[in-house]
């Protein structure tokens, strides 16, 4: 497996951050992740102004422009095995004596690594998956792509525990998106999705799901919907870069529907399977 930390390509072994990095330390960095379909990154530029707004927000310096960006996560997909990969991103304000405030001089940690892509088989987009749900415990800025995911780490560790694939997320009764994903629904033919504010992450996978929805010529209604809306909606799937889309078929133990994938799940799902290759 190789990595690349700071303008370097090198084995997992060898890649060294000191143990002042403010990643470790305060959490304090920014984070994408990438799919590589037959060694193609997946909506790569999308990725990386999601990448540098991220970065602005945190007022950490973004090192590349874009097409430097690319060249180093092409290498990157070229240095590994996989045909389908998952690149990860992180960029920490980098190593400083610990001081709550932003140290005055201090490079940013650049790192990237590649892992064989894994989604969902076959047999779990078959049957659907199971969530559980839970107050959305996290902070205002969940729009950031920050790798400080305590409350993220703790709600899947929750799910897991349950025996279910995803928590999804409701901030003063109404849907924002789950632990590690984007939720959507289907009430009547429509398809309803959170609006991209503070409280979710802006997926790519949402944004591709909203073009198919298009293309497909099924109604969207973006806004905000109260938990009852979704517990009694037709269907329910969560997005996400790894977990592509996958139809939610239990919510706390209760059924959605009639408990299996819906129609408007299959045609999406076949539309997304067309569209990444
Ligand atoms: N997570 N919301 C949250 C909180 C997420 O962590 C993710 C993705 C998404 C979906 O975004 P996208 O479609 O761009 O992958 C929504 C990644 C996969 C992760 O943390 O591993």
């Known amino acids: 497996q190789i990595v690349y930390l700071n303008g370097a390509f090198m084995p997992i072994e060898e890649a060294r951050i000191p143990v002042l990095d403010r990643g470790f330390i305060f959490g304090d960095g920014?984070?994408?992740?990438?799919?590589?379909?037959?060694?193609?990154?997946?909506?790569?530029?999308?990725?990386?102004?999601?990448?540098?707004?991220s970065l602005?927000?945190?007022?950490?310096?973004?090192?590349?422009?874009?097409?430097?960006?690319?060249?180093?996560?092409?290498?990157?997909?070229?240095?590994?095995?996989?045909?389908?990969?998952?690149?990860?991103?992180?960029?920490?304000?980098?190593?400083?004596?610990?001081?709550?405030?932003?140290?005055?001089?201090?490079?940013?940690?650049?790192?990237?690594?590649?892992?064989?892509?894994?989604?969902?088989?076959?047999?779990?987009?078959?049957?659907?998956?199971?969530?559980?749900?839970?107050?959305?415990?996290?902070?205002?800025?969940?729009?950031?792509?920050?790798?400080?995911?305590?409350?993220?780490?703790?709600?899947?560790?929750?799910?897991?525990?349950?025996?279910?694939?995803?928590?999804i997320l409701f901030r003063d009764g109404?849907?924002?998106?789950?632990?590690?994903?984007?939720?959507?629904?289907?009430?009547?033919?429509v398809i309803l999705a959170p609006p991209k504010d503070q409280h979710m992450l802006p997926g790519i996978t949402y944004d591709v799901i909203l073009e198919l929805a298009e293309s497909e010529g099924i109604p969207v209604d973006i806004g905000y919907f109260p938990e009852a809306r979704i517990r009694s909606a037709d269907e329910l799937w969560m997005t996400s870069s790894t977990k592509e889309i996958l139809p939610i078929v239990r919510l706390d133990n209760t059924p959605i529907a009639n408990g299996l994938p819906g129609p408007i799940f299959k045609r999406m799902y076949k539309a997304y399977q067309l569209y990444k290759n």
């Open 30 to 53: 920014v984070y994408e992740l990438i799919p590589v379909y037959s060694r193609h990154p997946f909506r790569l530029q999308e990725h990386l102004r999601r990448l540098s707004t």
């Open 56 to 167: 602005s927000s945190l007022r950490i310096p973004n090192l590349y422009d874009s097409a430097a960006w690319s060249r180093h996560v092409e290498e990157l997909v070229k240095r590994n095995e996989a045909e389908d990969q998952s690149i990860y991103i992180q960029v920490t304000r980098g190593p400083a004596p610990r001081d709550h405030a932003f140290p005055a001089h201090v490079e940013p940690t650049v790192f990237m690594m590649s892992n064989p892509l894994i989604t969902p088989p076959a047999s779990l987009v078959e049957s659907g998956a199971v969530a559980i749900s839970s107050q959305d415990i996290r902070w205002d800025h969940c729009d950031i792509k920050a790798i400080s995911l305590l409350p993220n780490v703790l709600l899947r560790q929750m799910a897991v525990d349950e025996g279910a694939v995803e928590t």
């Open 174 to 189: 109404m849907l924002t998106e789950g632990a590690a994903s984007n939720i959507f629904a289907v009430d009547k033919g």
